[in-house]
Protein backbone atom coordinates (compact mmCIF):
# COMPACT_ATOMS: atom_id res chain seq x y z
CA UNK A 1 0.00 0.00 0.00
CA UNK A 2 1.38 3.40 -0.82
CA UNK A 3 -0.06 7.26 -0.89
CA UNK A 4 -1.34 6.56 -4.60
CA UNK A 5 -4.02 3.62 -3.60
CA UNK A 6 -7.00 6.30 -3.24
CA UNK A 7 -10.96 5.22 -3.80
CA UNK A 8 -13.92 7.29 -2.50
CA UNK A 9 -16.36 5.31 -0.61
CA UNK A 10 -19.40 6.63 1.53
CA UNK A 11 -20.78 5.49 5.09
CA UNK A 12 -24.63 6.63 5.56
CA UNK A 13 -25.07 8.94 8.40
CA UNK A 14 -27.73 7.28 10.25
CA UNK A 15 -24.56 4.20 10.68
CA UNK A 16 -22.36 6.77 12.06
CA UNK A 17 -25.32 8.20 14.33
CA UNK A 18 -26.94 5.13 15.77
CA UNK A 19 -23.68 2.90 15.48
CA UNK A 20 -19.89 4.34 15.10
CA UNK A 21 -18.44 1.25 16.22
CA UNK A 22 -19.43 -0.47 12.76
CA UNK A 23 -17.72 2.74 10.81
CA UNK A 24 -14.64 2.09 12.59
CA UNK A 25 -15.11 -1.99 12.00
CA UNK A 26 -15.45 -1.02 8.14
CA UNK A 27 -12.57 0.87 8.74
CA UNK A 28 -10.40 -1.44 10.52
CA UNK A 29 -11.24 -4.28 7.41
CA UNK A 30 -10.29 -1.91 4.86
CA UNK A 31 -6.90 -1.15 6.35
CA UNK A 32 -8.48 2.44 5.56
CA UNK A 33 -6.58 5.60 6.42
CA UNK A 34 -9.40 9.11 5.73
CA UNK A 35 -7.52 11.77 4.42
CA UNK A 36 -10.51 13.53 3.21
CA UNK A 37 -14.26 13.56 4.27
CA UNK A 38 -17.29 15.63 3.32
CA UNK A 39 -20.93 15.79 3.67
CA UNK A 40 -23.33 18.52 2.73
CA UNK A 41 -26.30 19.49 4.24
CA UNK A 42 -29.47 17.68 2.87
CA UNK A 43 -26.93 14.60 2.03
CA UNK A 44 -27.45 10.89 3.33
CA UNK A 45 -24.39 10.45 4.09
CA UNK A 46 -20.14 10.88 4.71
CA UNK A 47 -18.38 10.96 2.01
CA UNK A 48 -14.45 10.03 2.09
CA UNK A 49 -11.20 9.68 -0.32
CA UNK A 50 -9.07 6.92 2.06
CA UNK A 51 -5.75 5.14 1.66
CA UNK A 52 -6.25 1.73 1.37
CA UNK A 53 -4.24 -1.57 0.34
CA UNK A 54 -8.21 -2.39 -1.22
CA UNK A 55 -8.29 0.49 -3.51
CA UNK A 56 -6.06 -0.06 -6.84
CA UNK A 57 -3.07 2.70 -7.54
CA UNK A 58 -4.09 5.74 -8.96
CA UNK A 59 -2.17 8.07 -11.28
CA UNK A 60 -1.11 11.29 -11.27
CA UNK A 61 -3.64 13.10 -12.55
CA UNK A 62 -5.85 10.86 -12.59
CA UNK A 63 -9.67 10.87 -10.87
CA UNK A 64 -10.07 8.91 -7.61
CA UNK A 65 -12.30 5.48 -8.12
CA UNK A 66 -15.24 5.50 -5.91
CA UNK A 67 -15.90 1.94 -4.60
CA UNK A 68 -19.22 0.41 -3.15
CA UNK A 69 -18.63 -1.63 0.27
CA UNK A 70 -19.83 -4.87 0.38
CA UNK A 71 -20.41 -5.57 3.97
CA UNK A 72 -20.51 -9.53 5.22
CA UNK A 73 -22.06 -10.25 8.75
CA UNK A 74 -21.79 -12.71 11.10
CA UNK A 75 -24.32 -14.56 12.96
CA UNK A 76 -23.74 -12.26 16.25
CA UNK A 77 -23.87 -9.02 13.57
CA UNK A 78 -20.07 -8.04 13.46
CA UNK A 79 -18.95 -7.07 9.95
CA UNK A 80 -16.66 -10.00 8.97
CA UNK A 81 -15.91 -9.04 5.58
CA UNK A 82 -15.64 -5.72 3.66
CA UNK A 83 -15.12 -5.66 0.03
CA UNK A 84 -14.30 -2.94 -1.82
CA UNK A 85 -15.81 -3.14 -5.80
CA UNK A 86 -15.03 -0.31 -7.80
CA UNK A 87 -17.80 1.63 -9.68
CA UNK A 88 -16.55 4.63 -11.68
Known amino acids: MNKRNL???ELPFKMLDNEPERAEEIFRLLKA?????????YQSAVKY???SE???EV?????VPRYRLIL???EDGSIDTVEAVEID
Open 72 to 74: TQG
Open 7 to 9: GRF
Open 54 to 56: RFR
Open 49 to 51: IAI
Open 33 to 41: VPVEAYAHL
Open 59 to 63: AKGED
